[in-house]
Protein backbone atom coordinates (compact mmCIF):
# COMPACT_ATOMS: atom_id res chain seq x y z
CA UNK A 1 0.00 0.00 0.00
CA UNK A 2 1.17 3.49 -0.97
CA UNK A 3 0.96 6.11 2.59
CA UNK A 4 0.16 9.39 2.08
CA UNK A 5 -0.13 12.62 3.62
CA UNK A 6 -3.17 13.62 5.43
CA UNK A 7 -5.15 16.34 5.09
CA UNK A 8 -4.06 17.28 8.86
CA UNK A 9 -0.37 17.23 7.73
CA UNK A 10 -1.03 18.77 4.89
CA UNK A 11 -2.60 21.79 7.12
CA UNK A 12 0.22 21.66 9.61
CA UNK A 13 3.28 21.96 6.82
CA UNK A 14 1.32 24.91 5.07
CA UNK A 15 1.08 26.76 8.57
CA UNK A 16 4.03 25.95 9.80
CA UNK A 17 5.88 27.32 6.19
CA UNK A 18 3.49 30.46 6.55
CA UNK A 19 4.96 31.29 10.23
CA UNK A 20 8.31 30.53 8.97
CA UNK A 21 7.67 32.96 5.89
CA UNK A 22 6.50 35.40 8.00
CA UNK A 23 8.88 34.88 10.29
CA UNK A 24 11.95 35.70 7.65
CA UNK A 25 9.61 38.60 6.22
CA UNK A 26 9.50 40.39 9.44
CA UNK A 27 13.46 39.88 9.82
CA UNK A 28 13.88 40.66 6.07
CA UNK A 29 11.48 44.38 7.00
CA UNK A 30 13.81 45.24 9.32
CA UNK A 31 17.03 44.73 8.57
CA UNK A 32 15.62 46.18 5.03
CA UNK A 33 14.07 49.43 7.50
CA UNK A 34 17.54 49.64 9.69
CA UNK A 35 19.60 49.92 5.93
CA UNK A 36 17.07 52.74 5.26
CA UNK A 37 17.47 54.61 8.42
CA UNK A 38 21.12 54.07 8.54
CA UNK A 39 21.49 55.84 4.88
CA UNK A 40 19.15 58.51 6.19
CA UNK A 41 21.17 59.14 9.43
CA UNK A 42 24.07 59.50 7.16
CA UNK A 43 22.53 61.27 4.55
CA UNK A 44 21.27 63.80 6.74
CA UNK A 45 24.46 64.36 8.71
CA UNK A 46 25.84 65.00 5.34
CA UNK A 47 23.31 67.39 4.34
CA UNK A 48 23.04 69.16 7.84
CA UNK A 49 26.66 70.04 7.56
CA UNK A 50 26.89 71.12 4.01
CA UNK A 51 24.40 73.76 4.85
CA UNK A 52 26.34 74.93 8.25
CA UNK A 53 29.32 75.25 6.59
CA UNK A 54 28.13 77.22 3.38
CA UNK A 55 25.85 79.13 5.84
CA UNK A 56 29.43 80.03 8.18
CA UNK A 57 31.62 80.89 5.36
CA UNK A 58 28.93 83.41 4.01
CA UNK A 59 28.84 84.60 7.93
CA UNK A 60 31.84 85.09 8.44
CA UNK A 61 32.66 87.90 5.85
CA UNK A 62 29.55 89.44 7.52
CA UNK A 63 29.52 93.27 9.06
CA UNK A 64 29.30 91.80 12.98
CA UNK A 65 26.11 94.39 13.84
CA UNK A 66 24.42 93.98 11.20
CA UNK A 67 23.34 90.65 11.88
CA UNK A 68 19.16 90.79 12.44
CA UNK A 69 16.46 88.06 13.44
CA UNK A 70 13.48 88.95 11.23
CA UNK A 71 9.79 87.83 12.04
CA UNK A 72 7.77 87.81 8.37
CA UNK A 73 4.59 87.32 11.10
CA UNK A 74 4.56 90.42 12.25
CA UNK A 75 7.19 92.75 9.72
CA UNK A 76 9.79 93.07 13.22
CA UNK A 77 13.44 92.65 13.44
CA UNK A 78 16.15 93.30 15.97
CA UNK A 79 19.88 92.81 16.50
CA UNK A 80 20.48 89.53 16.85
CA UNK A 81 22.40 90.26 19.86
CA UNK A 82 19.10 91.52 21.48
CA UNK A 83 16.55 88.62 20.85
CA UNK A 84 14.93 88.20 23.95
CA UNK A 85 12.88 85.60 21.72
CA UNK A 86 14.17 83.75 18.57
CA UNK A 87 13.01 84.79 15.13
CA UNK A 88 12.88 82.88 11.99
CA UNK A 89 14.64 84.48 9.69
CA UNK A 90 18.42 85.11 9.83
CA UNK A 91 19.59 88.33 7.87
CA UNK A 92 22.68 89.93 7.39
CA UNK A 93 24.96 92.66 5.34
CA UNK A 94 27.76 90.47 3.56
CA UNK A 95 31.39 91.89 2.87
CA UNK A 96 32.58 92.07 -0.58
CA UNK A 97 35.07 89.47 0.49
CA UNK A 98 36.08 88.71 -3.16
CA UNK A 99 37.15 91.85 -4.03
CA UNK A 100 39.46 92.08 -0.23
CA UNK A 101 40.76 88.28 -1.20
CA UNK A 102 41.62 89.68 -4.75
CA UNK A 103 43.41 92.45 -2.59
CA UNK A 104 41.65 94.87 -4.53
CA UNK A 105 40.83 96.97 -1.64
CA UNK A 106 42.84 97.22 2.08
CA UNK A 107 39.74 97.84 4.32
CA UNK A 108 41.75 100.58 6.00
CA UNK A 109 42.06 104.27 5.93
CA UNK A 110 44.99 106.54 6.26
CA UNK A 111 44.11 108.92 8.75
CA UNK A 112 46.81 111.63 8.33
CA UNK A 113 46.64 111.10 4.72
CA UNK A 114 42.75 111.62 4.49
CA UNK A 115 40.66 115.28 4.93
CA UNK A 116 37.37 114.81 7.07
CA UNK A 117 36.44 117.88 6.33
CA UNK A 118 36.28 117.49 2.25
CA UNK A 119 35.17 113.48 3.19
CA UNK A 120 38.14 112.12 1.09
CA UNK A 121 39.27 109.56 2.98
CA UNK A 122 42.75 107.88 1.42
CA UNK A 123 42.96 104.04 1.43
CA UNK A 124 46.46 102.50 0.62
CA UNK A 125 46.91 99.28 -1.45
CA UNK A 126 43.18 99.59 -3.14
CA UNK A 127 42.08 99.95 -6.56
CA UNK A 128 38.65 101.36 -6.83
CA UNK A 129 38.65 100.17 -10.78
CA UNK A 130 39.40 96.54 -9.82
CA UNK A 131 36.63 97.10 -7.13
CA UNK A 132 34.41 97.74 -9.54
CA UNK A 133 35.42 94.50 -11.82
CA UNK A 134 35.62 92.18 -9.25
CA UNK A 135 32.26 92.88 -8.01
CA UNK A 136 30.06 93.31 -11.47
CA UNK A 137 32.01 89.81 -12.28
CA UNK A 138 30.37 88.70 -9.01
CA UNK A 139 27.09 89.95 -10.17
CA UNK A 140 27.01 89.69 -13.57
CA UNK A 141 26.48 92.99 -14.14
CA UNK A 142 28.42 95.68 -16.38
CA UNK A 143 27.49 98.77 -14.39
CA UNK A 144 29.54 101.01 -12.49
CA UNK A 145 28.71 99.22 -9.00
CA UNK A 146 29.52 102.49 -7.29
CA UNK A 147 27.40 104.39 -8.97
CA UNK A 148 24.39 102.17 -9.25
CA UNK A 149 24.71 102.34 -5.39
CA UNK A 150 25.61 98.68 -5.38
CA UNK A 151 28.48 99.23 -2.90
CA UNK A 152 28.84 100.98 0.40
CA UNK A 153 31.24 101.58 2.95
CA UNK A 154 30.59 100.82 6.68
CA UNK A 155 33.06 101.95 9.00
CA UNK A 156 34.23 99.13 11.78
CA UNK A 157 33.99 101.19 14.84
CA UNK A 158 32.20 99.96 17.52
CA UNK A 159 30.10 97.55 15.15
CA UNK A 160 33.19 95.41 15.46
CA UNK A 161 31.77 93.81 18.30
CA UNK A 162 28.81 91.95 16.73
CA UNK A 163 26.66 94.41 19.11
CA UNK A 164 24.87 97.17 17.49
CA UNK A 165 25.73 99.79 20.12
CA UNK A 166 23.60 102.14 18.29
CA UNK A 167 20.45 103.84 19.90
CA UNK A 168 18.85 104.17 16.77
CA UNK A 169 19.37 100.96 15.55
CA UNK A 170 16.52 100.64 13.07
CA UNK A 171 17.81 103.56 10.91
CA UNK A 172 21.56 102.33 11.09
CA UNK A 173 21.41 99.54 7.83
CA UNK A 174 18.15 100.89 6.07
CA UNK A 175 16.68 96.80 7.33
CA UNK A 176 12.89 96.57 6.29
CA UNK A 177 11.98 100.10 5.25
CA UNK A 178 14.38 101.88 7.73
CA UNK A 179 16.55 104.60 7.19
CA UNK A 180 20.75 103.67 6.73
CA UNK A 181 22.43 106.32 8.79
CA UNK A 182 25.34 104.45 8.74
CA UNK A 183 26.17 102.76 5.77
CA UNK A 184 27.31 105.54 3.30
CA UNK A 185 27.22 105.51 -0.48
CA UNK A 186 30.98 106.39 -1.71
CA UNK A 187 32.82 106.45 -4.87
CA UNK A 188 36.81 105.22 -5.41
CA UNK A 189 39.36 105.59 -7.98
CA UNK A 190 42.21 103.82 -8.97
CA UNK A 191 44.64 105.52 -6.46
CA UNK A 192 42.07 104.03 -3.78
CA UNK A 193 40.72 107.71 -2.62
CA UNK A 194 37.53 107.76 -1.07
CA UNK A 195 34.61 110.01 -1.84
CA UNK A 196 32.27 110.11 1.06
CA UNK A 197 28.61 111.08 0.74
CA UNK A 198 27.37 112.17 3.87
CA UNK A 199 29.34 113.37 6.83
CA UNK A 200 29.31 110.39 9.28
CA UNK A 201 29.83 111.43 12.95
CA UNK A 202 33.19 109.44 13.29
CA UNK A 203 35.77 108.22 10.99
CA UNK A 204 37.55 105.21 11.84
CA UNK A 205 40.60 103.51 10.47
CA UNK A 206 38.63 100.32 9.36
CA UNK A 207 36.34 100.13 7.44
CA UNK A 208 33.99 97.48 5.32
CA UNK A 209 32.86 97.76 1.47
CA UNK A 210 29.43 95.81 1.55
CA UNK A 211 27.77 94.53 -2.12
CA UNK A 212 24.53 92.83 -0.76
CA UNK A 213 22.37 91.75 2.45
CA UNK A 214 21.78 88.00 2.60
CA UNK A 215 18.94 85.98 4.10
CA UNK A 216 18.15 83.06 5.44
CA UNK A 217 14.24 81.34 5.86
CA UNK A 218 12.44 78.07 6.00
CA UNK A 219 9.66 77.92 3.14
CA UNK A 220 7.03 78.20 5.86
CA UNK A 221 8.33 81.65 6.60
CA UNK A 222 8.21 83.20 3.17
CA UNK A 223 5.84 84.42 0.01
CA UNK A 224 5.53 81.20 -1.52
CA UNK A 225 3.85 82.82 -4.91
CA UNK A 226 6.95 85.28 -5.07
CA UNK A 227 8.14 85.55 -8.45
CA UNK A 228 11.62 84.33 -7.54
CA UNK A 229 9.88 81.62 -6.04
CA UNK A 230 7.98 80.50 -8.85
CA UNK A 231 11.41 80.84 -11.07
CA UNK A 232 13.00 77.79 -8.84
CA UNK A 233 10.41 75.31 -10.76
CA UNK A 234 10.27 73.40 -7.63
CA UNK A 235 7.53 71.81 -4.90
CA UNK A 236 8.39 73.79 -2.39
CA UNK A 237 7.23 73.16 0.77
CA UNK A 238 7.33 74.81 4.34
CA UNK A 239 10.25 72.61 5.75
CA UNK A 240 12.98 73.47 2.79
CA UNK A 241 15.83 76.20 3.80
CA UNK A 242 16.18 79.06 1.71
CA UNK A 243 18.86 81.77 1.08
CA UNK A 244 18.27 84.90 -0.30
CA UNK A 245 20.68 86.70 -1.83
CA UNK A 246 21.78 89.97 -4.00
CA UNK A 247 19.36 92.54 -2.34
CA UNK A 248 20.56 95.80 -0.62
CA UNK A 249 18.48 97.49 2.38
CA UNK A 250 19.95 100.65 1.70
CA UNK A 251 18.67 101.04 -1.53
CA UNK A 252 15.00 100.39 0.45
CA UNK A 253 15.45 96.80 -1.08
CA UNK A 254 14.06 93.79 0.81
CA UNK A 255 14.62 89.74 -0.12
CA UNK A 256 12.45 88.90 -3.02
CA UNK A 257 10.08 86.58 -1.57
CA UNK A 258 9.76 88.98 1.77
CA UNK A 259 5.05 88.98 2.35
CA UNK A 260 5.87 92.24 3.79
CA UNK A 261 6.33 95.86 2.60
CA UNK A 262 7.54 96.15 -1.09
CA UNK A 263 11.17 96.52 -2.62
CA UNK A 264 11.40 93.03 -2.87
CA UNK A 265 14.61 92.43 -5.56
CA UNK A 266 17.30 89.76 -5.28
CA UNK A 267 17.73 86.08 -6.03
CA UNK A 268 17.38 83.03 -4.16
CA UNK A 269 18.75 79.21 -3.74
CA UNK A 270 17.87 76.23 -1.92
CA UNK A 271 20.19 75.66 0.72
CA UNK A 272 18.41 72.20 1.89
CA UNK A 273 15.01 70.06 2.27
CA UNK A 274 13.62 68.36 5.51
CA UNK A 275 14.33 71.47 7.63
CA UNK A 276 12.30 71.20 10.60
CA UNK A 277 13.90 73.69 12.25
CA UNK A 278 16.62 76.81 12.27
CA UNK A 279 17.86 79.05 14.71
CA UNK A 280 20.82 81.46 15.20
CA UNK A 281 21.41 83.35 18.39
CA UNK A 282 24.35 85.40 19.73
CA UNK A 283 26.69 84.06 22.28
CA UNK A 284 30.19 85.61 23.51
CA UNK A 285 30.09 88.05 20.68
CA UNK A 286 29.92 84.14 17.94
CA UNK A 287 26.93 83.24 16.09
CA UNK A 288 25.73 79.66 16.90
CA UNK A 289 23.71 78.09 14.15
CA UNK A 290 21.44 74.83 14.71
CA UNK A 291 19.49 73.04 12.49
CA UNK A 292 17.29 70.12 12.80
CA UNK A 293 16.33 67.89 9.84
CA UNK A 294 13.96 64.78 10.15
CA UNK A 295 13.22 62.26 6.89
CA UNK A 296 10.21 60.26 7.09
CA UNK A 297 10.46 56.32 6.67
CA UNK A 298 7.72 54.06 5.28
CA UNK A 299 6.77 51.80 7.75
CA UNK A 300 8.89 53.26 10.53
CA UNK A 301 9.10 56.86 12.76
CA UNK A 302 10.71 59.17 11.21
CA UNK A 303 14.92 59.88 11.28
CA UNK A 304 15.62 62.71 12.90
CA UNK A 305 18.87 64.94 13.37
CA UNK A 306 20.16 67.97 15.05
CA UNK A 307 23.43 69.61 14.61
CA UNK A 308 25.15 72.81 15.32
CA UNK A 309 27.99 75.12 14.08
CA UNK A 310 29.77 78.37 15.25
CA UNK A 311 30.85 80.71 13.59
CA UNK A 312 33.34 84.12 15.11
Known sequence: ?????????????????????????????????????????????????????????????????????????????????????????????????????????????????????????????????????????????SSDMFANDSIRLVFAGTFDTGISGHLDFPNTFGWHGGGAGEIFAIGMDADGNITLQGSPSFVYEKYYLVDTAYGVARGGEIDKNAQCIRDLGLNLDNDTLLLFYDYRPWRAETFCADPNGSGQSGRVTVLGRNVTGFRAELVNYTIRLSIDMVRPIRGSTPVHISKQKVVF
Open 1 to 141: MKRAFTLIEIIMVIVITGILALGTFKALNALYIRSVKAQAVTELSLDSQVVLDQLSMLLYSRVPASVIGYDTADATFQPLGELAVPKPVLEWLGVAEESLVRRDYSGFIDMNASDTLSNTLISPNSNGLKVNATEALKFAL
